[in-house]
């Protein structure tokens, strides 16, 4: 199915580049792609340039296939996959097979500069949004916070560039609802920006709950975004931005996988719940001079939520667990580079954090009048300092070498107690306090060869590094911390423009060996002790990830665009010994599908001759599989795709947009886990569909 599929998207493209080829000579000059500009903090430079493989997200793609959270920006990007965890309380990302389900992400996230620490902020609803750039492979020597896998850089509208007031609202099934507004001015002498918007949206949830008989899965949030942009002098420029989120869900429409491999109604008594509250604030000072520019980011992140959980998931009393669960972090980074127009580019960073987390953990076993509480607290503070030059105009002007360096320092304590209840009896079980450090040094290097002024090739080898880390639960001594893992990163690709550039084709090859891979297991049930579930890490010996990313972008004419891409990821347990009789080497690493495909096409028309006015139909389809669920392999998903639609009539400062979204109702397991002996899977979202209507009231771009 997989490689039909691949067939049928290099067979439309061959063909629409035949097409395109006959029409060369009329219509080319007027209708060649147009570069998209990365605008973030750390660079400003066109996508195509860059010596990585990269995806570049505008907002009128996100418009087009109604993205409207951070999960869905996997459907643009090849390798690239986050599973619907049940709730917001963790959203792992994986790319190239690099992720990690709990603890510290290995794929770092930006807003706007700010560093989001924890996958616990990762989930939340896109608003006024200009660009996301998707960065594959690790970004240690351009990046202050370290990470493995990725980056992602979201990055919002600035009052400067766009001058509006907006008012939105959406309606769909399943009791979906959301209102939006945004307004963005300047002062009269240009000299300060700013900005205010906010939402808020409802849904009812997919899934019925058949002991309570209400929805398992409904939602609320609630979020608003301040922001001014000062420029008081020349060449000076300060941006002050503030978000606050708000979340309240149940989550966890998990039931139960029958021998056949059917997923069960969700079937629970106890409540099962999720809320959040998150404030992310940033400052970001800019200056610049003839030669050089220097940026300073500061930013300070909190977040406080709490879960409820059902956890065996059952309609009978057996566990109950209540976490809550406070962050914050504090963070500084100072960026120096030289100006982009000189043949040699350098950059110098350093980057300092302190993030503190204080947890409450209870897990309540009902059936035996039994109870165990958990505290800890886990102070963290860590520095780098990292380095990257580019030298440009070699041999012929045609070849540029990267070479880049980054120190790490981190370091890490636990305070640790434990307690039990019995039938209202509490006595402590284990108290312990106890500190790890961690320091690496990690390089790069990477050589850029441009056959003509749009075709260019590179290669490229890079260090990846995560610290390890403390488990919060666990039975043995032993299993109380992690290891850190390395790797290393090979990269090979080529970004290619044909028939003056309507064809844009970015290919690339991948190789990852890491070592000490940190895998998260259930803990297993220890003889002689009341077993409290609960999840670790470990590490794996030795794993590997191959593979290859493809993106096609054409836009054979004016009103035409089709956009595809398409990733393969064979990564697997080179060594992985899980105790002295389970040997998971050879197994293939779980949450890493083998496929990711993405296929879309956009086709805008005019129309109302006396008034400015168009409409925009999209379609597009997005597939992955065949995945795996766990280290031995037992559960899987196949292969598995969905389709989607989405229509926009503007017209003057009107739109209306109609989007659907899995318009087959296709069947699938969002997650899929073991608990207790038995297996457990979240059903797919189902078919759904909305209205969206948007009004311009002042302004324009």
């Known amino acids: 199915m997989p490689t039909r599929i691949l067939l049928s998207i290099l067979m439309l493209s061959a063909s629409i580049q035949m097409h395109c080829t006959e029409q060369d000579s009329i219509q080319t000059d007027e209708i060649t792609l147009q570069e998209i500009i990365v605008q973030s903090y750390k660079r400003k430079k066109t996508f195509r340039s860059d010596q990585t493989s990269s995806t570049v997200i505008s907002n009128t793609d996100l418009a087009s296939r109604h993205a409207t959270s951070t999960k869905d920006l996997a459907q643009f990007t090849p390798n690239m996959f986050t599973p619907d965890y049940g709730s917001r309380l963790t959203s792992p990302v994986y790319i190239r097979g690099i992720g990690s389900k709990i603890n510290s992400p290995s794929v770092g996230l930006y807003v706007d500069g700010i560093p989001y620490f ?10 006024e949004v200009e660009s996301v750039e998707i960065l594959r492979g690790p970004q240690s020597t351009l990046y202050g916070r370290n990470t493995m896998g990725g980056i992602i850089n979201i990055n919002t509208r600035s009052p400067f560039t766009y001058k509006n007031t907006t008012v939105s609202s959406s309606f769909g099934n399943y009791g979906y609802i959301k209102g939006q507004f945004a307004h963005y001015g300047t002062t009269q002498n240009n000299k300060i920006g700013y900005s205010v918007s906010g939402n808020a949206s409802h849904s009812n949830g997919y899934f019925t709950n058949q002991t309570t008989k209400q929805k398992a899965d409904n939602i609320n949030t609630q979020s608003i975004r301040l922001s001014s942009e000062i420029s008081p002098v020349k060449n000076l420029s300060l941006k002050l931005t503030s978000i606050t989120d708000h979340l309240q869900q149940g989550g966890y429409p998990y039931g139960i996988v029958d021998q056949s491999g059917k997923t069960l109604p969700v079937n629970y008594n106890d409540p099962s719940s999720y809320q959040r509250t998150m404030s992310s604030n ?13 940026i300073s980011q500061t930013s300070l992140q909190y977040l406080s939520d709490k879960q409820n959980i059902d956890q065996d998931f059952s309609p009978n009393q057996i566990y109950y667990v209540i976490q809550r669960q406070h962050q914050s972090a504090l963070s500084q980074e100072i960026t120096v580079k030289t100006n982009d127009k000189k043949p040699y580019k350098l950059l110098f960073g350093a980057f300092i954090f302190h993030q503190l987390t204080n947890n409450e953990l209870t897990t309540n076993l009902q059936a035996a009048k039994y ?3 958990k505290n800890y607290t886990i102070p963290t503070t860590g520095a780098s300092i990292y380095h990257q030059t580019i030298l440009d105009n070699l041999i012929k002007n045609r070849l540029s070498l990267t070479l880049g360096a980054r120190l790490d320092y981190e370091s890490s304590s636990i305070n640790y107690s434990a307690f039990s209840d019995v039938s209202g009896q509490v006595s402590p079980t284990e108290t312990f306090s106890s500190r790890l450090s961690f320091s690496q ?15 260019t090739t590179y290669v490229s080898v890079t260090k990846g590094y995560k610290t390890g880390g403390f488990n919060t639960s666990f039975v043995r001594n032993e299993d109380r911390s992690c290891e850190p893992e390395h790797s290393w990163n090979y990269e090979a690709g080529a970004k290619l423009g044909y028939l003056n550039n309507l064809l844009h084709v970015d290919f690339c090859l991948f190789y990852i060996d890491w070592e000490n891979q940190q895998i998260y297991q259930t803990i297993p049930p220890v003889e002689g002790q009341q077993y409290t579930g609960g999840q670790m890490l470990k590490n794996a010996g030795r794993s590997e990830s191959k ?4 993106e096609i972008r054409i836009r054979p004419s004016k009103s035409l665009n089709i956009n595809t891409a398409w990733g393969y990821t064979r990564a697997f347990f080179r060594r992985y010994l899980r105790n002295d009789s389970t040997d998971y080497s050879g197994r293939t690493i779980p949450f890493v599908p083998h496929h990711t495909v ?9 129309f109302f001759r006396k008034s400015a006015g168009q409409i925009t139909f999209n379609i597009n389809y997005q597939a992955i599989g065949p995945l795996y669920w766990t280290d031995d392999n037992s559960i899987s998903q196949p292969f598995y795709g969905l389709l989607n639609g989405n229509l926009s009539i503007v017209r003057n400062n009107i739109t209306v947009s109609l989007y659907a979204k899995n318009l087959t109702n296709t069947q699938y397991s969002a997650y899929c886990f073991e608990s207790l002996g038995q297996r457990y899977a979240q059903r797919g979202k189902p078919f759904t569909a909305g209205i969206t209507v948007e009004i311009k009231m002042s302004g324009s771009r």
């Open 118 to 127: 924890e996958k616990s902020a990762f989930d939340f609803d896109l608003n």
């Open 598 to 606: 993405s296929a879309g096409l956009d086709y805008t028309v005019p």
């Open 371 to 373: 109870s165990t509480m």
């Open 441 to 455: 040094f990690t390089p790069k290097i990477a050589l850029r060869y441009a056959l003509t002024n749009n075709k």
């Open 282 to 294: 940033g400052l970001s000072t800019t200056y610049h001079q003839k030669e050089i520019s220097i």
């Open 547 to 550: 593979g290859v990313e493809l």
